[in-house]
Structure formats: structure tokens, C-alpha cells
């Protein structure tokens, strides 16, 4: 048998060179200071070759290698602006850095990248160059294609991807001027020289019913249907394992447990049971579909499920990451149907305080599948469910406000933003666009929700487990700075340095049904870092939690599956944890999940932008009540009464003056009438242009 050989890790190459004296060293060199055996050098080249394509290593003149903060360089994602111009995230974390439009060669937006510093000016992010794209981000473009003498030319609809495709005489294959297509870059050229490529997919024109969600689903690069394969693989899955609930399962059937969820919601993660106990306290369960039982490491479905990360909610579809047979059957808790969950127990007193918890591998079954609307009518006293039902909805709300109320009295932030509703008709076409209304029950779901994910998060953390935090950092200095002045010119004051969540959420609380609320709600989440996932625990500033993850949404999300695999292989049956669970591999875990959670966030908001779009181009002309919900130095956007969609009035349609912005007081004010447009105002304006491929819709004010 073959002995294994020891390998040094990639931290340890990295801090022998980072304590380096000598510079850059040779690979030789690097080996010998670590105590390579010459028999195990080979091995050790090819590790420095995969920390080299990764950017975590540099080589220098002489085939020498070096930290790239030590000479200057850094790894990161780029984010390219309208302008052409980039900032790069550095992946340790530090002040991000401006490229200019002309230093970022063949980069193109979301590119892995190795950047070299050329400058640091003071007050301002350091600037730097591209010298190395270390990973594409983008394979394909969606486009507009144009056809010209000789060549064609594909416009990307991706209004961060600046620069025109390229397509020789021969490789446009069926597109036609004006075609949305799909194009494969086949070369991306550099700073000078355009990329290049050919045309792989037509997709249609885009007034074409459906072909604005299908361009959306590919410019995301979003999956299509499962493989025969893991579609195979799942219906096995499920045949094998329905009946067999494996070891360790407790039979919780007697428990009333049902599901609240969205009216047309086919996947139901999560349902909730509770019972007394004693004179003063209730035992709530959190009862959470156990995936993990159908979804084994490394098998087919696991695999598709890692690629994908997420299940992403478009307007009109649902592109989810586990089959259907899985998805919306055999792991979904539908009522009347015996169900296999992993529960956590949690023993709450009067005051919210959890008194004990545990965790359990169960067997449910949901008496009841309500909606959030038919649970809210029985809290309200218009609707009967049984009585059972009934007095159990009415304790789980009196325990979620309690333990809402304690989330705030830490510090917790509350972001109640509008979203919108679209409602389609034939053809995939919007027939109403409405206010999403936040009930008290999504507050009662989302109570306990948080309370799982914070009793999961500091058990596995005590005990060391291999898992993917949910973690969310503080602002930056730069974002508090800004955030300060913006709060200070609409007259809120908040303290130097870093500020405390709970003054933050005072001032959330203080707007509350004001003109501003929409506008300080949308500035101060704005100015939050994002949330993503970690192997280290960071905790969550957003939450005012010490110990944050995501427990309760496996069927849609992959860290909930991996967590459910770590906490049944540990916790349940008691096992050690697997090598090959941690390291280097976890790590790529955390990255990748969060990479395809803002992928999916990205192409769920554009594709309800095309259809808010698409619904007032047929109320060109016509005229709306609305109220001023934003004001910018190009103009203000108005939020219209009758639907609920936002449009720009822009500076250079109010021909009647000339508008200077007040950006202390968010005000536009008339130079020589000193016509004033606040925060709040009331206008009547007419739908003027509409242009769904640029998500335009302009106003005029009539009044």
C-alpha cells in the first residue's frame, strides 16, 4: 500500500515566505525551508502551480515566488462600472481598489483578477492595474446583435459589460439585425483590442414573449433543466429511502405541526409545532425537511446542488436546485403526509429566553398547509382553522413578538423595504403590480426561523463543526463617514466613530411613516457590508448575533443542506468528522455559495424590472398620481399611487428652470423660481419614454 504523503499547506508556504528574508524564493528554496523530502518535490511544484493560477502565490524574475501583497499585487473580484471603470475587492479584505477603464485590459465585470498598486493617493482608494485574470466570470454574453459589412457586433445587455462582442463573417449563425443571441467569447483581446466570438444561441426578438426571462436566464448564467442523470438519481433516491428513515429517527407524528408559506409555494422547507410545558413555558419545534437523508455527499444530486447553490425565483419560474421529485415531493412537508425533518426543540420561558434546546432526527407529519394570508385571518379572529390550529398560531405570535422584541432590544436591524408583487397573465404577460404587504405572521415565521439558525450556529461553533457561517460585518470607516453626513443633513444625529446598531435602529424606528423612511431605510442598507457565508464565525452585525447560520431551507439552499450533513454525521449519530469535510475545501464552499446567492439575487430583481417595464409600456401617455420617493442631481423618482412602480423625472425634462441638487438636505431646487422638490412631495406626472432592453421608464410632471 502506498504511503501518503504529508504536504505542506498552502497557509504554511504562505507564511514561510511571508517571513522570508531574502524575498522571492525559488521553489527549491521554499521546499527545503519546509522540509520537502526531494522524492515529494514534484508534489510540492504542483501545489505551488495551483496557488499560482488561484493568485495566491506570484512568480517573480528568475522563477522565483512571492506573496502578492509583498510585491504590490492583489487578488480580487472586479465590479465594473456604467463608466467603464473598475474597483477591485481585495479577497483578504482590505480598501478596495479604482482601476481606470484603460488599465483593465481583457477584465471584464466579475473577473477574478491580480491587480498591481500604481498609486495611493491620500483620501482616495489606491490605484491600481490589471495584470493577470486569474478566472472568467463570464463565458457567454447576452446581447443585442447588429449586423455590419463584413462583420457583426453583439451589444451586451449587461450594462457593465462596456465592451461590444465582435463577431467574424460566418460565425453569426442564424441572427438577423436585432436578434437577442448568445454569444461565446472566443477571445477576450486587451486593453486596445475588443473581445471577439461567435453566436451560439438565437434567442429571439425581444419583444418575443418570454425572451426577456430568457435572456435574463442566461446573461446570469442560470442552470436549465437537471440532467437525465440526477433527474435518474433523485427518483432512486427517493425510492430506496422513503420508507427507510435510517438510524437515530424519532417518531414525532403526534406533534401538530403545519407550514406557513407563500399561497403558491410547492416547496415547504420548515413547520412548526408547540406544546406547554408546565405553568410557564412552551416548547416550540422548528421542524426543517431533512434533505440530507435523500442528498448523499458526493452523489449525483449533490454534485448539481453544490453547481447551482441556490434555488432562484424569477418573476415567472422557479429554477430550483434540487429535481422536482425532491424538491416538491418527497423532501417538501405537505400535510396529511408522513415527512422526514431534523427539529430543533427549543424550551422558551415568558420572557423569550430559551430555557433548553435540543436536536432531533424526526418523523413529522404537517396537519395543516396555510398561507401567510389564512394565518394572519385567524390572529385576526375572520377565519377558523380547528381549534388546535387556532390557539397554537395564537401563542407561536405572542413568543415571536417577545422574542422579536429581545432581538431589538440587542441591537437588531429591521429593514422593512416594499418589494413587489407582479401578477401575469397569458403569455407571461404583467396584469398587476402590487405592494408586497408584510404581515404579522412573516414575523412570526421569520421569529423562529432566526431562532433555529442562532441555537444551530452556537451549537455547532462550540463544538468546532466544519460549517458555513451566515456572518455579516460592520460597515466600513468610509461607509460610516458617509453615512453619518447623509444622516446628519436630513437632521439625524448619530455619534462619531463607529455607530451602535441600536442608534441606527432608532433612527429606522423614528422615519417610520415618513416621506424618508423608504430613502434612510434603502442609504443605511446600502451602506451595510454584505452578508455571506464563512467558515469563520464573524457574526452578524445586521442581527446583533454572536452566532449566526442558515439551518432552515435546505430544499433551496446548499449551506442549509451542508449544515444538516455535518449535524446528523456529528451531533446525531455521533461520528467523527471526516478530513476531507474542512480545509481549504470548506472554504471554496463559503465562496462559491455566496457567488451564486448574488447571482440568483441579481437576475431575480432584473427579471421583475422587465416586467415592471413591459406593464407600463402599454400606459405610455397616460397619467398617474404619485409621490416623490427619491431625489438625485439628475432628477427625482416618483413612486405612482395606482401601481406600485417608480420612474425618473429627469433634470432635462424640466425645461421650466434650472434645477440645482442639495444633496445635505436631498432637495432640487429651481435657480431662479426656487421651485423646490422634497422627500414626500405630491406630483402628477405623465409616462413618457419606456425602454424595457435599458429598464427606462421616464416621467414628466404635469402637476
Known amino acids: 500500500m502506498a504511503r501518503k504523503v504529508k504536504m505542506p499547506s498552502e497557509e504554511s508556504v504562505l507564511g514561510f515566505l511571508r517571513r522570508s528574508r531574502r524575498g522571492p524564493l525559488k521553489a527549491k528554496e521554499i521546499a527545503k525551508g519546509l522540509s520537502v523530502a526531494p522524492r515529494n518535490f514534484r508534489d510540492f511544484r504542483a501545489l505551488l502551480r495551483g496557488m499560482l493560477d488561484a493568485g495566491r502565490l506570484y512568480r517573480v524574475k528568475g522563477q522565483r515566488y512571492a506573496v502578492p501583497?509583498?510585491?504590490?499585487?492583489?487578488?480580487?473580484?472586479?465590479?465594473?462600472?456604467?463608466?467603464?471603470?473598475?474597483?477591485?475587492?481585495?479577497?483578504?479584505?482590505?480598501?478596495?481598489?479604482?482601476?481606470?477603464?484603460?488599465?483593465?485590459?481583457?477584465?471584464?465585470?466579475?473577473?477574478?483578477?491580480?491587480?498591481?498598486?500604481?498609486?495611493?493617493?491620500?483620501?482616495?482608494?489606491?490605484?491600481?492595474?490589471?495584470?493577470?485574470?486569474?478566472?472568467?466570470?463570464?463565458?457567454?454574453?447576452?446581447?443585442?446583435?447588429?449586423?455590419?459589412?463584413?462583420?457583426?457586433?453583439?451589444?451586451?445587455?449587461?450594462?457593465?459589460?462596456?465592451?461590444?462582442?465582435?463577431?467574424?463573417?460566418?460565425?453569426?449563425?442564424?441572427?438577423t439585425e436585432g436578434d437577442v443571441v448568445v454569444a461565446r467569447i472566443t477571445t477576450f483581446g486587451s486593453g486596445k483590442m475588443g473581445p471577439m466570438g461567435r453566436v451560439e444561441t438565437v434567442l429571439g426578438k425581444f419583444s418575443d414573449p418570454g425572451v426577456d426571462v430568457l435572456s435574463v436566464i442566461h446573461d446570469?448564467?442560470?442552470?436549465?433543466?437537471?440532467?437525465?442523470?440526477?433527474?435518474?438519481?433523485?427518483?432512486?433516491?427517493?425510492?430506496?429511502?422513503?420508507?427507510?428513515?435510517?438510524?437515530?429517527?424519532?417518531?414525532?407524528?403526534?406533534?401538530?405541526?403545519?407550514?406557513?408559506?407563500?399561497?403558491?409555494?410547492?416547496?415547504?422547507?420548515?413547520?412548526?409545532?408547540?406544546?406547554?410545558?408546565?405553568?410557564d413555558s412552551w416548547e416550540v419545534g422548528i421542524h426543517i425537511a431533512d434533505v440530507s437523508h435523500f442528498v448523499r455527499p458526493g452523489d449525483a444530486?449533490?454534485?448539481?446542488?453544490?453547481?447551482?447553490?441556490?434555488?432562484?425565483?424569477?418573476?415567472?419560474?422557479?429554477?430550483?436546485?434540487?429535481?422536482?421529485?425532491?424538491?416538491?415531493?418527497?423532501?417538501?412537508?405537505?400535510?396529511d403526509a408522513d415527512r422526514f425533518a431534523l427539529s430543533v426543540f427549543a424550551l422558551l420561558d415568558t420572557q423569550g429566553r430559551v430555557r433548553d434546546a435540543r436536536f432531533e432526527r424526526t418523523e413529522i407529519r404537517s396537519r395543516h398547509k396555510?398561507?401567510?394570508?389564512?394565518?394572519?385571518?385567524?390572529?385576526?379572529?375572520?377565519?377558523?382553522?380547528?381549534?388546535?390550529?387556532?390557539?397554537?398560531?395564537?401563542?407561536?405570535?405572542?413568543?415571536?413578538?417577545?422574542?422579536?422584541?429581545?432581538?431589538?432590544?440587542?441591537?437588531?436591524?429591521?429593514?422593512?423595504?416594499?418589494?413587489?408583487?407582479?401578477?401575469?397573465?397569458?403569455?407571461?404577460?404583467?396584469?398587476?403590480?402590487?405592494?408586497?404587504?408584510?404581515?404579522?405572521?412573516?414575523?412570526?415565521?421569520?421569529?423562529?426561523?432566526?431562532?433555529?439558525?442562532?441555537i444551530i450556529a452556537h451549537q455547532a461553533g462550540q463544538r468546532r463543526l466544519p460549517i458555513l457561517y451566515r456572518v455579516h460585518e460592520p460597515p466600513s470607516t468610509d461607509k460610516m463617514r458617509d453615512l453619518r453626513q447623509f444622516l446628519g443633513g436630513l437632521g439625524y444625529r448619530v455619534p462619531k466613530g463607529k455607530i451602535p446598531q441600536n442608534d441606527l435602529q432608532g433612527i429606522l424606528k423614528q422615519v417610520e411613516g415618513r416621506p424618508e423612511e423608504k430613502l434612510v431605510s434603502t442609504v443605511i442598507l446600502r451602506s451595510m457590508s454584505r452578508a455571506r457565508y464563512s467558515v469563520k464565525n464573524l457574526g452578524h452585525y445586521g442581527l446583533a448575533s454572536d452566532w449566526y447560520t442558515h439551518f432552515t431551507s435546505p430544499i433551496r439552499r446548499y449551506p442549509d443542506l451542508w449544515l444538516h450533513r455535518v449535524l446528523t454525521h456529528t451531533l446525531i449519530e455521533g461520528r467523527s468528522v471526516p478530513e476531507d469535510w474542512a480545509g481549504p475545501g470548506l472554504k471554496e464552499k463559503a465562496e462559491r455559495c455566496s457567488v451564486r446567492e448574488r447571482v440568483a439575487e441579481a437576475a431575480e430583481r432584473e427579471s421583475v424590472a422587465l416586467k415592471k417595464v413591459e406593464y407600463m409600456e402599454r400606459h405610455l401617455g397616460d397619467e398617474f398620481d404619485g409621490t416623490v420617493s427619491g431625489v438625485t442631481s439628475f432628477g427625482i423618482f416618483v413612486l405612482l399611487d395606482e401601481v406600485f412602480v417608480e420612474g425618473l423625472v429627469h433634470v432635462n425634462s424640466m425645461a421650466d428652470d434650472y434645477y440645482i441638487f442639495h444633496q445635505d438636505k436631498y432637495l432640487l431646487v429651481g435657480e431662479r423660481s426656487h421651485r423646490t422638490f422634497r422627500l414626500g412631495d405630491r406630483l402628477r406626472i405623465r409616462v413618457a419614454r419606456i425602454d424595457k432592453e435599458e429598464l427606462f421608464i421616464d416621467f414628466v410632471i404635469l402637476a
Not at 123 to 146: C, M, N, Q, W, Y
Not at 157 to 171: P, T, W
Open 220 to 279: 446570469h448564467g442560470l442552470p436549465g433543466a437537471f440532467p437525465d442523470s440526477v433527474v435518474e438519481a433523485a427518483r432512486d433516491a427517493v425510492v430506496r429511502r422513503r420508507k427507510e428513515g435510517g438510524e437515530h429517527r424519532t417518531d414525532r407524528r403526534d406533534l401538530h405541526v403545519f407550514t406557513i408559506d407563500p399561497a403558491d409555494a410547492k416547496d415547504h422547507d420548515d413547520g412548526l409545532s408547540v406544546r406547554p410545558v408546565g405553568s
Open 69 to 175: 501583497e509583498k510585491v504590490n499585487l492583489v487578488a480580487g473580484r472586479v465590479t465594473v462600472t456604467q463608466k467603464g471603470d473598475g474597483f477591485v475587492a481585495p479577497d483578504q479584505g482590505a480598501q478596495d481598489i479604482f482601476v481606470p477603464g484603460l488599465s483593465l485590459e481583457s477584465a471584464m465585470d466579475g473577473d477574478q483578477v491580480v491587480v498591481r498598486v500604481e498609486g495611493r493617493p491620500r483620501g482616495r482608494s489606491p490605484v491600481g492595474r490589471v495584470i493577470k485574470v486569474l478566472d472568467r466570470a463570464h463565458e457567454t454574453v447576452v446581447g443585442t446583435f447588429r449586423a455590419s459589412r463584413g462583420f457583426g457586433v453583439v451589444h451586451p445587455r449587461n450594462r457593465r459589460l462596456s465592451r461590444e462582442i465582435l463577431v467574424a463573417k460566418g460565425d453569426e449563425a442564424d441572427a
Open 370 to 454: 396555510l398561507s401567510y394570508e389564512m394565518a394572519q385571518a385567524v390572529l385576526d379572529g375572520e377565519q377558523d382553522i380547528d381549534p388546535e390550529t387556532n390557539e397554537a398560531l395564537r401563542t407561536l405570535a405572542k413568543l415571536a413578538e417577545t422574542l422579536r422584541e429581545k432581538r431589538k432590544e440587542r441591537g437588531s436591524l429591521d429593514f422593512d423595504i416594499p418589494e413587489a408583487k407582479v401578477l401575469l397573465g397569458e403569455a407571461g404577460k404583467p396584469v398587476s403590480i402590487r405592494q408586497v404587504e408584510r404581515l404579522k405572521t412573516h414575523r412570526l415565521v421569520e421569529a423562529f426561523m432566526l431562532l433555529a439558525n442562532e
Open 301 to 335: 444530486v449533490d454534485l448539481e446542488a453544490f453547481k447551482r447553490g441556490t434555488s432562484v425565483y424569477l418573476v415567472d419560474r422557479v429554477i430550483p436546485m434540487l429535481p422536482h421529485e425532491l424538491s416538491t415531493d418527497a423532501c417538501s412537508l405537505l400535510p
